[in-house]
Structure formats: C-alpha cells, structure tokens
C-alpha cells in the first residue's frame, strides 16, 4: 500500500508522477492496480466489456454509485441501457428544455456571487425539474445531494436511513409523473427508482463542478462569452477539468491491453484527467484554449463523458442543463473578482474553490 497514503491526499500530482515516467504504469494502494492513459489503452479498456468489467471496482466503494446501469455488467447491463437509452437522448429529452430554461432564468443571480455554491443550488434545480417537474421536496433533494458536495471521505459512508427516504420519495414521484419529466418517461422501466436515485448521484456534483469553472473562464475571456462559441468552450472546460477524472474496470481474463500483460482480476485504471493534460495529444494543455476544438479531436483522447457501450447514460441531460445554466450569463457584465479555480480531485474533480464573481444583467 505504498501509494496509498499520497492517493488519498493528493491522487492528482501522484497520477501526473507517475505519468511522466511511464504511460503505463503500477499504485500500491489498498489492492494492486494498473493505469493508463494513452488512446491505445483507453480503447482497450473501454470497448471490451467482456473483459474489462464495471462489478468490484471503484464505484463500488461509494452508496451512491453501487447500482443501476453503472454497476451491471453482461447482458443486465445491455438490457438496462436498451431500456434507459430512448430517455435520455437528446430527442427524449427536447420537452424538457422549456422547464429547464424557467429555472435557469429563475435562479440567474445578479451581483457577487460563490460560483460553485450557486452552481450546486441551480443544478440540484435543475435536475428535480427534468426528473420531477420541481416536485420533489427540495429538503429531501438538498439533504440525499449534501454529502457529495462534502470532502472524502463524506461520499464513500453507507447512509441507509437517508437512502431508504430518498427512494420512498423517490417513488411517490413515480406514482404522480408529472407529464413531460423523466419520471413520467421512466414509469414502468424495471428498476426505475434505483436507475433514478443513481441518475441523480451521478449528474449532481459532476455538473455543479463543470458549471462553476465554465463560468469562471467565460468571465476572464469574454471574448467567447456567444452563444455560437458555447460548444467549443464547453469542449475546453470539460477537456481541462474531466468530473470523471479516473476510471475503473476489473480483469475477468487473463488479457493484454496496450501490450501490457493483465491477469484475471487485476484492477484497472483508466484516467480522463491524464489523458487530457497529456501535451502529445493536446499542446499546451493546461492553456484554456477553445479554438483547439476546431481541429477536431483525436481518437479515444477526449474522454469527460467515457466512451464507447458504457458512455456516461446522462451526457445529454448534462449538456442540455450547462448550455441552459449559462444562457443568462452570455449577455450583460460577467467578471472575475478572486478565486482558486484549481482542481481538487475528490470522488469527482471540483474547484479548490471559491470562486467570485460578479453579474450585472443588460
């Protein structure tokens, strides 16, 4: 366990070490793992589901990812997206967009303002709008979300009261759908509440994070604060700051990826956040450069969302509550006033943080 005690204070300086010595390379943490982080092993890792299996790896040290579609493997994984898919496309997901835009208007803040504190509110908002029609009790939301929000080990500790009112609430939602929410497009899906509760889990945090620091660098260029530049800087910040920043699967077979030789039950690691800062696929990476985009991207190289069978089932969700979050900030006064928006590597990636800002609306 000799790296151990560095990955549990500073996993992302102890990655990028690492990394530099070496593009694949060993931890000694509380079980042996290997990491890559070159295109060659992300595609490996990431296409054989076979082989490289979700079940026993990192998600399930925390309650609230241990489950759902992100937790199954083999054929339970394949019928569970074939069931959740059509739901979360972006044409499943268009009659959401009216009720999303009111509370992204409702909740737009004018003055200073805490980046990450409004994004967290906004985007807890958000996601009982698109799942519950605003619904659902906010306390119930505000207190099953809060300990995302907190430092580690906070995520990791099993909490079954709080999960047993969440799934009750949970599923009162599910008998009064409202129509037009995720709620109403998933009544009857097997499983549904366990699939809702993980959704919620899962895009809470990660896309608070990604809203705080797409605002902060939005603020200190305004030159891309357009709507048609949105894209492109969104790309950028989530290239810079992946939520996801590691990712795991766990060996079934013997195997070989990247021409490294894995035994059956090897841990093994895949990272976003290096394979981001990695300067032979992307110059100068840690330069916020949203033109960079244009050129395209190279394969298995750009990866906030995962890849292949097992992409993130809520990237659209995610991407259709950025672009609405940030709407009302494209137009009138938006400017730094003093922040850390370095980042802190917790369950997911999030800024060190604060993070002020000031608006003045047109």
Excluded at 318 to 343: I, Y
Aim: glycine share 8%; aromatic share 10%.
């Amino acid at each position: 366990m000799g790296d151990l005690w560095r990955w549990t204070r500073e996993p992302i300086g102890l990655l990028t070490e690492k990394a530099a010595a070496a593009p694949v390379f060993g931890l000694r943490l509380w079980r042996p793992a290997v990491v890559g982080y070159r295109p060659e092993w992300n595609r490996a890792v990431l296409s054989d589901l076979a082989t490289f299996r979700a079940g026993s790896s990192l998600s399930d040290l925390t309650p609230y990812l241990a489950g759902g579609v992100v937790h199954a493997d083999g054929p339970d994984h394949d019928e569970r997206r074939r069931n959740l898919n059509p739901h979360f496309h972006g044409r499943g997901l268009a009659p959401l967009l009216t009720r999303l835009e009111s509370v992204a208007g409702r909740y737009a803040p004018v003055g200073r303002f805490e980046a990450l504190n409004w994004s967290s509110r906004v985007v807890r908002h958000l996601l009982n709008a698109a799942f519950f029609g605003g619904r659902l009790p906010d306390r119930v939301l505000r207190s099953f979300l809060r300990p995302l929000h907190r430092a580690m080990p906070a995520p990791l500790l099993p909490r079954p009261l709080l999960f047993r009112r969440m799934d009750r609430a949970v599923e009162t939602a599910l008998a009064e759908a409202p129509a037009s929410t995720l709620s109403a497009m998933l009544t009857g899906v097997p499983g549904a509440a366990e699939e809702i509760r993980i959704a919620l889990s899962a895009g809470y945090d990660t896309t608070a994070h990604t809203l705080a620091w797409l605002l902060w660098h939005l603020a200190g260029a305004p030159e891309w604060r357009r709507a048609e530049a949105l894209p492109a800087v969104l790309d950028e910040v989530l290239r810079l700051y992946p939520s996801g920043w590691i990712g795991s699967r766990v060996t079934s077979r013997d195997t070989v990826a990247a021409g490294v030789e894995l035994s059956a039950g090897t841990l093994v690691l895949y990272s976003p956040y290096l394979t981001h800062h990695d300067p032979r696929l992307w110059p100068d990476p840690y330069a916020f450069r949203p033109q960079r985009f244009a050129d395209g991207r190279p394969a298995w190289s750009f990866l906030p969302f995962g890849a292949g069978r097992r992409t993130c089932l809520g990237t659209h969700l995610a991407k259709a509550m950025l672009r609405t979050a940030v709407a009302p900030f494209l137009e009138g006064k938006l400017e730094q006033v003093r922040g850390d928006p370095s980042a802190r590597a917790g369950l997911t990636l999030r800024p060190a943080g604060p993070l002020w800002l000031d608006r003045a609306a047109r």
